[in-house]
Protein backbone atom coordinates (compact mmCIF):
# COMPACT_ATOMS: atom_id res chain seq x y z
CA UNK A 1 0.00 0.00 0.00
CA UNK A 2 0.48 3.33 -0.01
CA UNK A 3 2.80 5.07 2.26
CA UNK A 4 3.88 8.85 3.02
CA UNK A 5 6.92 10.41 4.90
CA UNK A 6 6.89 14.30 5.45
CA UNK A 7 10.67 14.48 6.63
CA UNK A 8 10.27 16.90 9.06
CA UNK A 9 8.18 17.05 12.58
CA UNK A 10 9.02 20.13 13.15
CA UNK A 11 10.10 23.01 11.13
CA UNK A 12 10.86 26.84 13.06
CA UNK A 13 11.07 29.57 10.96
CA UNK A 14 11.34 33.51 11.77
CA UNK A 15 8.68 35.47 10.43
CA UNK A 16 8.65 36.68 6.53
CA UNK A 17 10.92 34.06 5.67
CA UNK A 18 9.62 31.21 3.10
CA UNK A 19 8.53 28.25 4.83
CA UNK A 20 9.13 24.32 2.42
CA UNK A 21 7.86 21.75 3.75
CA UNK A 22 8.05 18.00 1.89
CA UNK A 23 5.66 15.31 1.37
CA UNK A 24 7.34 12.05 -0.37
CA UNK A 25 5.34 9.03 -1.25
CA UNK A 26 6.57 5.18 -2.35
CA UNK A 27 4.87 3.37 -4.34
CA UNK A 28 2.39 4.25 -7.40
CA UNK A 29 1.82 7.96 -8.41
CA UNK A 30 -1.32 9.21 -7.10
CA UNK A 31 -3.69 10.65 -9.43
CA UNK A 32 -3.49 14.21 -7.10
CA UNK A 33 -2.22 15.24 -3.99
CA UNK A 34 -3.93 17.39 -1.23
CA UNK A 35 -2.02 19.44 1.29
CA UNK A 36 -4.44 20.46 4.66
CA UNK A 37 -4.05 22.39 7.41
CA UNK A 38 -4.45 21.60 10.82
CA UNK A 39 -4.70 23.32 14.13
CA UNK A 40 -4.48 21.77 17.92
CA UNK A 41 -7.82 19.88 18.35
CA UNK A 42 -9.35 20.62 15.19
CA UNK A 43 -10.29 19.00 11.89
CA UNK A 44 -7.97 19.38 8.55
CA UNK A 45 -8.98 22.32 6.56
CA UNK A 46 -7.57 21.66 2.88
CA UNK A 47 -5.54 24.04 1.52
CA UNK A 48 -4.70 22.74 -2.02
CA UNK A 49 -4.71 20.45 -4.79
CA UNK A 50 -2.28 19.42 -7.42
CA UNK A 51 -2.82 17.20 -10.38
CA UNK A 52 -0.28 14.81 -11.42
CA UNK A 53 0.04 16.33 -14.77
CA UNK A 54 0.38 19.68 -12.98
CA UNK A 55 4.30 20.87 -11.80
CA UNK A 56 2.64 23.84 -9.97
CA UNK A 57 -0.32 25.57 -8.04
CA UNK A 58 -0.46 28.48 -6.31
CA UNK A 59 -3.04 29.65 -4.07
CA UNK A 60 -2.16 33.30 -2.69
CA UNK A 61 0.88 33.27 -0.72
CA UNK A 62 1.29 29.15 -0.86
CA UNK A 63 2.35 27.29 -3.53
CA UNK A 64 2.72 23.36 -4.15
CA UNK A 65 4.21 21.48 -6.51
CA UNK A 66 4.51 17.93 -7.74
CA UNK A 67 7.09 15.82 -9.35
CA UNK A 68 5.91 12.49 -10.14
CA UNK A 69 9.50 10.95 -11.13
CA UNK A 70 11.50 12.61 -7.82
CA UNK A 71 7.66 11.20 -6.14
CA UNK A 72 7.71 14.54 -4.26
CA UNK A 73 5.41 17.10 -3.44
CA UNK A 74 6.80 20.95 -1.71
CA UNK A 75 4.67 22.98 -0.02
CA UNK A 76 5.54 26.69 0.70
CA UNK A 77 4.71 29.34 2.32
CA UNK A 78 5.93 32.74 0.96
CA UNK A 79 6.38 35.87 3.82
CA UNK A 80 5.15 33.23 6.60
CA UNK A 81 3.72 35.14 9.39
CA UNK A 82 3.33 33.79 12.87
CA UNK A 83 -0.93 33.00 12.06
CA UNK A 84 0.68 30.59 9.91
CA UNK A 85 1.74 28.40 12.66
CA UNK A 86 0.23 25.16 12.64
CA UNK A 87 0.51 21.37 11.64
CA UNK A 88 0.25 20.93 7.76
CA UNK A 89 -0.84 17.34 6.47
CA UNK A 90 0.02 15.92 3.13
CA UNK A 91 -2.69 13.60 1.63
CA UNK A 92 -3.10 11.28 -1.63
CA UNK A 93 -5.56 9.29 -2.54
CA UNK A 94 -4.97 5.42 -1.54
CA UNK A 95 -5.23 3.82 -4.99
CA UNK A 96 -4.02 6.54 -7.34
CA UNK A 97 -8.12 6.90 -8.32
CA UNK A 98 -10.34 9.86 -7.70
CA UNK A 99 -12.86 8.15 -5.25
CA UNK A 100 -10.41 6.01 -3.08
CA UNK A 101 -9.73 7.53 0.78
CA UNK A 102 -6.84 9.26 1.66
CA UNK A 103 -4.01 8.41 3.07
CA UNK A 104 -2.22 11.47 5.27
CA UNK A 105 1.70 12.20 6.72
CA UNK A 106 1.85 12.61 9.82
CA UNK A 107 2.42 16.11 9.67
CA UNK A 108 4.69 18.87 9.96
CA UNK A 109 4.50 21.50 12.76
CA UNK A 110 5.33 24.71 11.57
CA UNK A 111 6.35 27.16 13.79
CA UNK A 112 6.60 30.65 12.85
CA UNK A 113 8.00 33.23 15.14
CA UNK A 114 7.36 36.69 14.98
CA UNK B 1 -19.60 28.40 3.07
CA UNK B 2 -21.53 24.93 3.64
CA UNK B 3 -19.25 22.91 6.32
CA UNK B 4 -19.17 19.73 8.04
CA UNK B 5 -20.82 19.49 11.16
CA UNK B 6 -20.40 17.35 13.94
CA UNK B 7 -21.94 16.38 17.64
CA UNK B 8 -20.68 16.26 19.91
CA UNK B 9 -17.68 18.05 20.44
CA UNK B 10 -16.66 15.76 23.17
CA UNK B 11 -17.93 12.17 24.54
CA UNK B 12 -16.67 10.62 27.62
CA UNK B 13 -17.88 6.71 27.71
CA UNK B 14 -17.11 3.85 29.66
CA UNK B 15 -15.71 0.73 28.46
CA UNK B 16 -18.35 -1.38 26.75
CA UNK B 17 -20.50 1.16 26.45
CA UNK B 18 -22.29 1.82 22.23
CA UNK B 19 -21.78 5.18 21.41
CA UNK B 20 -23.16 7.34 18.11
CA UNK B 21 -21.01 9.99 16.85
CA UNK B 22 -23.20 12.29 14.37
CA UNK B 23 -22.08 14.41 11.52
CA UNK B 24 -24.00 16.29 8.72
CA UNK B 25 -22.21 16.64 5.46
CA UNK B 26 -22.37 19.52 3.11
CA UNK B 27 -25.53 19.66 1.40
CA UNK B 28 -24.95 18.45 -2.37
CA UNK B 29 -22.15 15.88 -1.54
CA UNK B 30 -22.71 12.52 -1.85
CA UNK B 31 -19.15 10.37 -0.57
CA UNK B 32 -18.87 10.50 2.76
CA UNK B 33 -15.94 9.26 5.36
CA UNK B 34 -15.19 8.61 9.12
CA UNK B 35 -11.38 9.42 9.79
CA UNK B 36 -9.58 8.77 13.15
CA UNK B 37 -6.85 10.45 14.61
CA UNK B 38 -5.22 9.23 18.08
CA UNK B 39 -3.64 11.90 20.26
CA UNK B 40 -0.10 12.78 18.57
CA UNK B 41 -0.71 10.67 15.45
CA UNK B 42 -1.52 10.54 12.20
CA UNK B 43 -5.06 11.02 10.28
CA UNK B 44 -6.23 7.23 9.65
CA UNK B 45 -9.21 5.98 6.93
CA UNK B 46 -11.73 4.03 8.73
CA UNK B 47 -14.99 3.78 6.48
CA UNK B 48 -16.40 5.59 3.31
CA UNK B 49 -19.53 5.42 2.52
CA UNK B 50 -21.58 6.41 -1.17
CA UNK B 51 -24.85 5.53 -2.44
CA UNK B 52 -26.50 4.12 0.72
CA UNK B 53 -23.97 1.30 0.83
CA UNK B 54 -20.23 1.01 2.44
CA UNK B 55 -17.78 1.79 -0.36
CA UNK B 56 -14.41 0.73 1.28
CA UNK B 57 -13.15 0.22 4.92
CA UNK B 58 -9.88 -0.34 6.36
CA UNK B 59 -9.01 -2.94 8.90
CA UNK B 60 -9.52 -0.87 11.86
CA UNK B 61 -13.18 -1.17 11.00
CA UNK B 62 -13.85 -4.10 12.16
CA UNK B 63 -17.19 -5.60 13.39
CA UNK B 64 -17.33 -3.45 16.17
CA UNK B 65 -18.39 -0.39 13.52
CA UNK B 66 -20.70 0.58 12.04
CA UNK B 67 -22.29 3.65 9.74
CA UNK B 68 -25.48 4.68 8.83
CA UNK B 69 -27.70 7.65 6.90
CA UNK B 70 -30.45 7.27 8.55
CA UNK B 71 -32.07 10.31 6.39
CA UNK B 72 -31.34 13.18 3.94
CA UNK B 73 -29.36 14.31 6.08
CA UNK B 74 -27.38 12.81 9.03
CA UNK B 75 -24.54 10.32 8.55
CA UNK B 76 -23.72 8.60 12.17
CA UNK B 77 -20.93 6.10 13.10
CA UNK B 78 -21.77 3.66 16.00
CA UNK B 79 -19.20 1.85 17.77
CA UNK B 80 -20.83 -1.12 19.77
CA UNK B 81 -18.73 -1.85 22.27
CA UNK B 82 -16.13 0.56 23.46
CA UNK B 83 -12.19 -0.35 23.72
CA UNK B 84 -9.85 1.85 25.74
CA UNK B 85 -7.82 2.31 22.14
CA UNK B 86 -10.72 3.85 20.45
CA UNK B 87 -10.24 6.98 22.74
CA UNK B 88 -9.33 9.19 19.77
CA UNK B 89 -10.43 12.34 17.55
CA UNK B 90 -13.22 11.01 14.72
CA UNK B 91 -13.28 13.02 11.83
CA UNK B 92 -16.45 12.97 9.21
CA UNK B 93 -15.43 14.14 5.75
CA UNK B 94 -17.69 14.92 2.76
CA UNK B 95 -16.91 15.30 -1.20
CA UNK B 96 -19.24 15.66 -3.89
CA UNK B 97 -19.87 13.45 -6.76
CA UNK B 98 -17.91 13.67 -9.88
CA UNK B 99 -18.98 15.63 -13.36
CA UNK B 100 -18.19 18.98 -15.02
CA UNK B 101 -17.17 20.81 -11.61
CA UNK B 102 -15.71 17.59 -9.99
CA UNK B 103 -13.53 18.01 -7.36
CA UNK B 104 -11.87 15.28 -5.27
CA UNK B 105 -11.78 17.50 -2.31
CA UNK B 106 -12.61 16.02 0.86
CA UNK B 107 -13.76 18.51 3.68
CA UNK B 108 -13.57 17.39 7.25
CA UNK B 109 -15.70 18.19 9.99
CA UNK B 110 -14.48 20.08 13.55
CA UNK B 111 -14.12 16.40 14.82
CA UNK B 112 -15.85 14.61 18.00
CA UNK B 113 -12.93 13.73 20.59
CA UNK B 114 -13.93 10.24 22.27
CA UNK B 115 -12.22 9.31 25.46
CA UNK B 116 -13.24 5.78 27.10
CA UNK B 117 -12.56 5.31 30.70
Known amino acids: SQKIEQNSEALNIQEGKTATLTCNYT??????LQWYRQDPGRGPVFLLLIRENEKEKRKERLKVTFDTTLKQSLFHITASQPADSATYLCALSNYGGSQGNLIFGKGTKLSVKP | EPEVTQTPSHQVTQMGQEVILRCVPISNHLYFYWYRQILGQKVEFLVS????????KSEIFDDQFSVERPDGSNFTLKIRSTKLEDSAMYFC???????????????FGPGTRLLVL
Open chain 1, 27 to 32: NYSPAY
Open chain 2, 93 to 107: ASRTQGGARATETQY
Open chain 2, 49 to 56: FYNNEISE
